[in-house]
């Protein structure tokens, strides 16, 4: 007979029945042996009525062990820590329900496609979806959430959701708690290969209309006579682009990705300089950075560019963008951009 069903705690009926009786007799027996001390029987019979009734109380005791032993606590998983990137790439690990909603205010107000992300440490066991790693938010139409877990075996898994900005910020407000519901969300690819969760958010975007049809990605090498374009590429093939021009076999790249793209020369006091484009839409109003550095910075740049979407930080940068507008003017053009 269980007790809870939730516990499993639960009453041993034999044990206590057995043990009950036995103690019954056990004790009467001593009684009747205590009567008759004066006689060598009531010894015998009082010394093997304690015996009878100290066996009786053990098979109580074994009968209702389970419903008086205290519970066990349950094992606590560690407590996760929120990694909070918001609209403008700045990164905190101090997150609140109230900054989240005032950022889902942003994407819904702005004009611009922007996004923010929550990355979980460790990351939180969901069930069967896998242990969620990492929550990112962008506004088109409606709040698009989408969520990428982890699976045994190097696997992931990438799930996606619409929400109205209200509900949103309520679902994020519940992550932050520890409550996750994922019930409903669209799974977007049952073994995810992206290298980070980065790319497979821009060849999502690249699929929708509008301004999202900016995000892409291609990596252009220039050599003193020719190019090769490269629409498929590995954050290797970045890397491998980088020293190239470092050692002289190519003369400048041009790394497209999302709505930024990058050209890469050798540097005048450095390795390489690189030239950043914040916006590459060819709407608005785009600004330029220009910045040298050594290979293993550049490397360093791009990669945590191609891995995360943007820039640790931007200090150090010098803004060329007038530069760029007079040489414009000017017709000097290289590669569709002007430099």
Request: glycine share 10%; with cysteine; aromatic share 12%.
């Amino acid at each position: 007979m269980r007790k809870n069903s939730r516990t499993g705690k639960r009453l041993r009926l034999i044990p206590l029945i057995v043990g009950g009786y036995g103690a019954f007799l056990g004790f009467g027996l001593a009684v009747i042996g205590l009567a008759e001390m004066k006689e060598g029987i009531g010894i015998v019979r009082f010394l093997i009525g304690l015996g009878l009734a100290g066996f009786g109380l053990l098979g109580i005791w074994d009968g209702v062990r389970d419903l008086v032993r205290p519970d066990k606590k349950p094992e606590q998983a560690p407590a996760s820590q929120f990694i909070f990137t918001d609209t403008s790439g700045n990164r905190s690990s101090l997150v609140t329900p109230e900054v989240l909603r005032e950022e889902i205010g942003i994407l819904a107000e702005g004009e611009e496609l922007k996004r923010f992300d929550i990355q979980i440490l460790p990351p939180l066991p969901a069930g069967e979806y896998g242990r969620l790693k990492q929550i990112l938010c962008v506004y088109y139409g409606n709040i698009i959430l989408a969520a990428f877990f982890e699976m045994p075996e190097n696997r992931y898994q990438i799930y996606q959701k619409r929400l109205e900005p209200d509900v949103a910020a309520e679902w994020l407000k519940q992550l932050l708690d520890g409550s996750t519901d994922f019930s409903g969300w669209e799974n977007m690819e049952e073994e995810a290969r992206q290298e980070s969760v980065e790319a497979f958010w821009h060849q999502l975007l690249n699929g929708q209309k509008g301004q999202m049809l900016y995000w892409h990605k291609l990596l252009v090498i220039f050599g003193e006579s020719w190019h090769d374009e490269h629409r498929f590429f590995s954050a290797r093939d970045v890397e491998l682009a980088v020293e190239g021009i470092y050692e002289g076999k190519y003369t400048k790249a041009v790394l497209e990705w999302g709505t930024k793209a990058f050209d890469l020369f050798p540097g005048v006091q450095k390795d390489l300089m690189v030239i950043c484009c914040t916006n590459n839409t060819e709407k608005g109003d785009p600004r330029f950075l220009m910045k040298e550095g050594t290979v293993a910075q550049v490397k360093f740049w791009l990669v945590n560019y191609l891995d995360h979407g943007f820039f640790e930080e931007m200090s150090g940068w010098t803004d060329i963008t007038s530069r760029i507008e007079k040489a414009n003017r000017k017709g000097t053009k290289k590669h569709g951009k002007v430099f």
